[in-house]
């Protein structure tokens, strides 16, 4: 037998960037050791608890023995319905139950698993940078090739189509977009989501677009959905997710919508990698999306005064950013003189606060860096004071 064992990696996993958190958790850990109270804005998972309404519905649910088998690939009828006619009153958008839905155990592994379903390799998926890292990781996992198109402040971070070249437009058969947009906190109107439709429609790309915080909006703004657009649904799906509208983050449920082929071939891809999502977290979705606005406003109304309260310190501290129309995270341009993670080290070091380098979601983040809104009230006043300690005028 042989003595040593040379474990090789598959060059998909080679070619992934680092993992986004590393250093930065790294310092926080050296940090935590030296007894630093250490105020996290990191990562965005809603710390608020699922409403009681739903866990009531899952334990309910739990109990009955014929969610104990395998659940339906597609997802419940029952949970596929809700969904429809959560559109309908939503969106005014019609879906079929049938075959224009589709439940996901959370919307990250549709999003991960669609470009298995149309991409070959070389072939060209558009990905939005800075992006959620998974439209990248998803289309080299599928032997894809990303092509970044830049957020940029001047275009309202939203992507430039002309700016893209001829050849690679052919080559495209997928593109990303996300609004509300994570990390930016930017909105897309439907002018934009026509212009989406237009040029998809030229060049033959399926639309995939992330809507995984349009309930997680301001002042009474209403973010539209894409299939609200005209001929969306001819080319396009919308990933949807339980995950932040219901707090529901570590239950895994989330859906996709739109048209029916593309539905059809991920569906296809997911009955050979997993088994659907477990019926009682179906049945507890199903009361989630039977939640009234009074009680969702209520949660929204939570993070708007967390929203209010850290912009207003940032801007006391001199620093630059938009006060975000939509999603709980803030966008903030680095001060002159330092790069995304140098200003990352600043904010840990000097105020104890971890903050997300903007260059972790693509070299076009670089220059911001991200905080997350998701921690309560009383430890946001704490970091808000320790902000107005650092002046960057
Ligand atoms: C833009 C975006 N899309 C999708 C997801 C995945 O959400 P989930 O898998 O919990 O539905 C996240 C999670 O942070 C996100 O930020």
């Known amino acids: 037998m042989r003595k040593t064992f040379t474990v090789v990696r598959a060059k998909r996993i080679e070619e992934l960037p680092p993992y986004l958190f590393a250093e930065i958790d790294r310092k926080k850990q050296e940090m935590l050791e030296k007894g630093v109270d250490i105020i996290d804005l990191g990562i965005g998972d809603p710390d608020l608890p699922t409403p009681s309404r739903i866990v009531e519905a899952m334990k309910r649910s739990i109990g009955d023995p014929s969610t104990h088998r395998y659940p339906s690939y597609r997802g419940m009828p029952e949970f596929r319905q809700a969904v429809a006619q959560w559109y309908r009153r939503r969106f005014g958008v019609d879906l079929d139950p049938t075959d224009e839905v589709l439940t996901l155990i959370g919307s990250k592994e549709g999003i991960a698993h669609v470009p298995l379903a149309f991409v070959d390799p070389h072939d060209v998926v558009l990905v939005p940078n800075p992006g959620y890292p998974v439209y990248r990781a998803a289309t080299l996992f599928a032997g894809g090739v990303p092509h970044f198109l830049p957020l940029l ?122 088994s659907g999502v477990f019926g009682a977290i179906q049945r507890a979705g199903i009361e989630a999306l039977k939640s009234d606005e009074v009680e969702h406003r209520k949660v929204l109304d939570i993070y708007q005064r967390r929203r209010d309260l850290m912009v207003g310190a940032l801007w006391d501290a001199g620093l630059e950013l938009e006060k975000p129309k939509a999603t709980f995270y803030l966008w903030i341009a680095v001060p002159k003189g330092y790069t995304s993670t140098e200003f990352t080290t600043l904010l840990l070091q000097e105020a104890g606060i971890v903050a997300t380098p903007g260059n972790g979601f693509g070299e076009y983040g670089e220059g911001y860096v991200r905080l997350s809104l998701t921690i309560d009230e009383e430890r946001l006043q704490e970091a808000a004071k320790r902000l107005k300690g650092l002046k960057f005028r």
Not at 162 to 167: F, G, K, M, V
Not at 216 to 240: C, D, I, N
Not at 249 to 260: C, D, E, L, M, P
Request: proline share 5%.
């Open 153 to 274: 402040k001047e275009n309202a971070f939203l992507p430039d189509f002309s700016r893209i070249p001829p050849a690679t437009c052919q080559k495209a058969i997928l593109l990303f977009i996300n609004y509300p947009n994570n990390p930016t906190g930017a909105v897309a109107d439907s002018e934009f989501f026509k212009k989406v439709v237009e040029f998809a429609s030229e060049h033959e790309i399926i639309v995939c677009h992330d809507a995984a915080y349009t309930e997680v909006a301001y002042e009474g703004y209403r973010p539209t959905s894409f299939l609200e657009v005209e001929g969306a649904k001819t080319l396009g799906v919308e990933f949807h997710s339980l995950s932040k509208t219901f707090n529901m983050t570590g239950w895994r449920v989330g859906f996709v919508v739109g048209n029916a082929e593309v539905i059809d071939a991920l569906g296809k891809i997911k009955t050979n990698v997993d």
